[in-house]
């Protein structure tokens, strides 16, 4: 049996009387206008999710009180807080690219890296090192290319050159797939976690940053793939709160464990202050909805 879908396409007035007619309130339609054409109306459908009432109920489909401008208001937040997380991030990976080509150069020397007895899975090595040969073969970048026209053995560039064009997921794959727990040790340390902490960490962490770069809403978001909690330092476990059941990780902890990394790279960095700056701004401050505990800002790490 087919289902095929019917929904047909509505202009930007039909869209704004639909609105209004479920009960959301538009004060100013020309500014309405401009949100729905510039951003549309199925992005902005994500956050007024919250103030729809529970399927089933009579009535019209919004909470009493709701209206545009609060959804735009969340929007805006949501943005700001994706650009924020990505400063963060972005610090983070760079942090790990460099521990990451510094270790295996140090243990291996600049092609070291090559050496398929440094990874617990031969059939992952040999696919990550095609998917990164496919990239080494088209890059445009200026140090790539002086590299293959200067050099043919190896056909790879130093491990240096190809931790800058790896992506954060490519580089947590390379990172998680060695054997020696002493090696990813040795490259977890800068970091201040130990390996078996910092591995999940990264995966997670690479799906936040591609939330983030894709400009998907994050603000209420839950991930499948969670982080591992550390037991230790002491204030930064007291800070973080232990997930209950076995639903996607809400946001919450991320946030505490980025801005944890980010001061472990960057020991002036503001980004925990600019964050609760931010917090302060959430236009409905429901923070619970991101994972929030209630006295959150008492706990170790927030200042």
């Known amino acids: 049996m087919t289902r095929p879908f019917n929904k047909p396409a509505t202009t930007i007035a039909q869209q704004i009387a639909h609105l209004t ?3 959301m309130a538009i004060a100013d339609v020309p500014r309405a206008e401009h949100w729905l054409r510039h951003v549309s109306y199925y992005r902005l459908s994500a956050y007024w999710l919250p103030f729809e009432k529970p399927k089933g109920q009579p009535g019209p489909r ?3 009180g709701t209206d545009f401008d609060t959804v735009t208001a969340l929007y805006e937040f949501d943005r700001r807080l994706r650009l924020l997380l990505l400063n963060a991030i972005e610090r983070i990976e760079v942090a790990v690219r460099g521990s990451w080509a510094y270790g295996l150069a140090q243990h291996g020397g600049p092609h070291g890296y090559l050496d398929a007895a440094l990874y617990t899975d031969r059939r992952q090595f040999h ?10 073969g088209t890059s445009p970048e200026t140090y790539i290319d002086h590299y293959r026209k200067t050099y043919d053995d190896p056909a790879m560039p130093p491990v240096w050159m190809v931790a800058e064009m790896m992506s954060f997921g490519q580089l947590s794959r390379w990172y998680s797939s060695l054997d020696d727990r002493a090696l990813r040790n040795v490259i977890a340390q800068p970091l201040g ?5 910092l591995v999940p960490i990264l995966k997670h962490l690479s799906i936040v940053r591609n939330s983030c770069a894709h400009h998907a809403r994050l603000w209420n978001r839950g991930f499948l793939i969670r982080p591992k909690l550390p037991n230790k330092p002491a204030d930064l476990a007291a800070t973080l709160e232990p997930p209950a059941g076995n639903g996607p990780a809400m946001l919450y902890n991320s946030l505490v464990l980025i801005g944890f990394l980010a001061g472990k790279v960057d020991p002036s960095s503001t980004w925990v202050a600019d964050l609760k700056a931010l917090l302060a701004t ?3 401050g429901h923070l619970a909805m991101m994972g929030f505990p209630a006295a959150w800002a008492g706990r170790p790490l927030w200042p």
């Open 21 to 23: 007619a479920q009960g």
């Open 282 to 284: 959430h236009p409905t």
């Open 127 to 136: 696919d990550n090192l095609s998917r990164l040969a496919r990239e080494v």
């Open 62 to 64: 919004f909470l009493p």
């Open 193 to 197: 976690l130990p390996e078996a902490l």
